[in-house]
């Protein structure tokens, strides 16, 4: 019987369900679907473009400072350091209006070399070239994807249209959309037989950002050695351009420094519960911090350590295990994507525009569902789409067992990832079991986890000592270069607007209200010297909180003597700094220059004769400090890799800051007896001593307990 005759006769109440579902119903989503797009349409070209274009936002200067100073040969060893970073966005006059505060944490060396052909341009105008650079990688994507999952073009652009993390990196001049283009490449290529060219791919993406490089597990679990090859050839190639442009110094920062911070979460406020990371719920949940986390629900940071680790090792497990030895396209594409979200769950900082790449995903899945009619699953994957891409989830943070409701995102994109497991396992063929390369890879997760745990261990050791912290204001990110004087601690504020210089009294904070960056100050206990940044720096002379005038143009890092008779201060020469030194007591005696050109200073301190220590670094070596005595010679001391020296103001004692492994602790040594002991041995950086006017105590800044270099100050007596 032919079915139309069959369908005509059902009963009317049966035929009309069966038409309307045949018929009505999906010209009906198609309508809505066209409606929803235009839409979107209208609202990204309308309003979000506009504004992407009119402003520079957050990261996009980072990337373009950095990327100019490579191009136009400034020294680059400093550019993990907030302020001598800030310093470089005032002297481009790139103003507070444009972006406040600028800084290259976290990101790779090798993401900067991406702008350095539009430094050209002014700042404004590179990143509206960079946004017409989007939109074409973004074509590229919706060819790619189309070509892969066959997806009408309509929906394609409905799920790229719906992507609000998208919108923002157009907003901040990110580099997800490139992210975006180069994973589905190398999907395009691991399908289309060129493992090698798909891992090459991966391996420039983990060159701009770690977590592509990732996928160096998908592919050892796959058992595909070229992939593997491709991929550390990627890398490589990208590590390779990135030293031959910033030189090793840079990159023994990043990667002994920068990467263990940044996978405990640690390289941006760990307690902020806007990133909806599992390292962000957990910090606030077991971790005390006196400004930044005041009410945890228990202070127990050896839990951090071992629920960190295993629940980013339980989320990720499971992708890792069902990449099986199958090679079918729809195997491949579910597998890669469901690796890819996994890989975003277990961000320890994932913001916004990370989302991005949950393009390529999205459209394999749905493509998936429409293929086999799976409609419910459809539906949930578009709830929870939605879900991880809405822009306005509260953003406050929350004491206690409310930390768990500050976090929704975390919990849609982990239910994505239960949806992505679920599917594969109901996709999955009959695959002859690998009981001993499971036992194998379970077993190597159960010593990367083991190593984990004790690594943060290691970490946390001595790290929540907070006594001694002398606090600030909650509105103050970092609190640094603290100076004793008048009665009262001095240190230089990172605000959301902007670095300024503060004092701390008996029962107040005192913020300088000042248009420019100061970004450094010395006093000699009657008058103050504070840098104020800008294309043109100047140091300006205050004496009872009132401006005199401006001392020295052209300067910057002022530093005075105890007696009041000298001042220190340096000039930059490509990134490089220059000590000049300028006489008090007799103003009409030229300013002097004391070091010579291979050294670039970083900090320095008097000796009560006049001599001067400091920190530099020579040819692209580690820093250590110098000696420059008043007739102009320059000798090493022998301290070993050392920064921020610091003169006790009777002259016995010299404090300063020693890398011991990784991190920067105090140490002492005796002028007069020559020894040297150690003051502080955290896990953590103890940096920019000051000593108060008794010579037996040391103000300085730590980040123990805090982000890497988002420094809190702290008063010790060292000598008896």
Avoid at 41 to 57: T, V
Avoid at 382 to 395: E, G, R, T, V
Avoid at 569 to 593: F, Q
Wanted: net charge positive; glycine share 6%.
């Amino acid at each position: 019987m032919p079915l139309t005759s069959a369908i005509a006769d059902l009963p009317p109440r049966v035929y009309l369900r069966s038409q309307v579902r045949r018929f009505v119903l999906p010209e009906t989503v198609r309508v809505v679907e066209w409606l929803v797009l235009l839409a979107l349409a209208a609202y990204i070209g309308g309003r979000a473009l506009p504004r992407a274009w009119r402003h520079l936002n957050t990261d996009f200067p980072n990337y373009y400072i950095t990327a100019r100073l490579w191009r136009e040969g400034y020294s680059t060893n400093r550019i993990y350091e907030w302020i001598w970073f800030q310093r470089q966005k005032d002297y481009m006059g790139i103003t507070r209006s444009d972006q406040p505060v600028v800084g290259f944490v976290p990101h790779t060396p090798f993401s900067a070399l991406i702008a350095s052909p539009l430094t050209f341009w002014s700042p404004l105008v590179a990143k509206r070239l960079w946004i017409v650079i989007n939109l074409a990688l973004l074509v590229s994507v919706a060819v790619l994807l189309r070509s892969i999952t066959r997806l009408d073009w309509h929906r394609l652009a409905l799920l790229i249209g719906l992507c609000y993390p998208l919108l923002r990196n157009f907003e901040y001049g990110q580099y997800y959309l490139l992210i975006l283009l180069l994973v589905t490449a190398a999907l395009w290529c691991y399908l289309h037989g060129q493992p090698l060219v798909a891992g090459a791919l991966l391996g420039v993406a983990g060159g701009l950002k770690i977590f592509p490089a990732l996928f160096i597990l998908y592919f050892l679990r796959k058992r595909d050695a070229r992939c593997v090859i491709g991929l550390v050839a990627g890398t490589g190639l990208s590590v390779l351009a990135s030293l031959a442009a910033f030189g090793p110094q840079l990159h023994r920062v990043y990667v002994a420094r920068i990467i263990p911070w940044a996978l405990r979460g640690e390289a941006l406020d760990p307690y902020s519960l806007t990133s909806n990371s599992l390292s962000s719920l957990l910090h606030s949940l077991f971790m005390f911090e006196p400004e930044w986390n005041p009410h945890p629900l228990l202070h127990a940071p050896a839990a951090f350590a071992l629920l960190h680790p295993l629940l980013q090792l339980l989320v990720l497990a499971p992708a890792v295990y069902f990449a099986t030895a199958e090679r079918d396209s729809r195997s491949l594409q579910l597998e890669w994507s469901t690796f890819l979200v996994a890989l975003l769950a277990i961000s320890t900082l994932p913001a916004s525009y990370h989302f991005t790449v949950l393009i390529l995903p999205m459209a394999v899945f749905a493509a998936d569902y429409l293929r086999t009619s799976d409609y419910r699953s459809l539906t949930l994957l578009f709830l929870l789409y939605l879900a991880i891409c809405f822009p306005s989830w509260p953003h406050s943070s929350w004491d206690g067992w409310w930390a768990f409701t500050a976090v929704p995102r975390l919990y849609f994109v982990l239910l994505l990832c239960c949806l992505c497991y679920i599917t594969l396992f109901r996709r999955r063929s009959t695959v002859s079991p690998r009981r001993v390369d499971d036992f194998l890879w379970a077993a190597a997760l159960a010593l990367a986890l083991t190593l984990e745990v004790a690594s943060t261990l290691h970490h946390q050791r001595g790290a929540y000592d907070y006594r001694g912290r002398i606090t600030t204001t909650p509105d103050v990110a970092l609190a640094a270069a603290p100076l004793a004087f008048d009665g009262r601690v001095g240190f230089i504020a990172m605000r959301t607007e902007g670095y300024s210089a503060g004092t701390i009294g008996a029962s107040r904070v005192h913020l300088e209200m000042n248009p420019a960056d100061q970004l450094s100050q010395t006093s000699n206990g009657t008058t103050t010297w504070i840098e104020e940044a800008s294309t043109s720096p100047q140091i300006v002379r205050k004496s009872d909180g009132k401006q005199e005038a401006v001392e020295v143009n052209n300067a910057e890092f002022p530093v005075a003597s105890s007696d009041g008779r000298w001042l220190a201060y340096l000039r930059s020469m490509k990134g490089k700094g220059v000590i000049w030194r300028r006489s008090l007591s007799e103003p009409g005696l030229a300013d002097t220059r004391i070091t010579p050109q291979p050294l670039d200073v970083e900090e320095m301190t008097f000796l009560l004769d006049g001599s001067l220590i400091f920190s530099a670094i020579k040819d692209d070596q580690p820093p250590t400090l110098y000696i420059a005595s008043p007739g102009g010679q320059v000798a090493a001391l022998d301290v070993g890799e050392a920064r921020y020296p610091a003169v006790s103001p009777d002259g016995q004692w010299l404090a300063f800051s020693r890398l011991e492994g990784a991190v920067w602790n105090l140490s002492l040594r005796d002028l007069r007896a020559g020894t040297t002991r150690r003051l502080t041995s955290h896990n953590c950086n103890d940096v920019s001593p000051a000593w108060q006017a008794d010579s037996r105590t040391l103000l300085y800044a730590s980040d123990c307990g805090r982000a890497l270099w988002f420094t809190a100050i702290y008063r010790r007596r060292v000598v008896p």
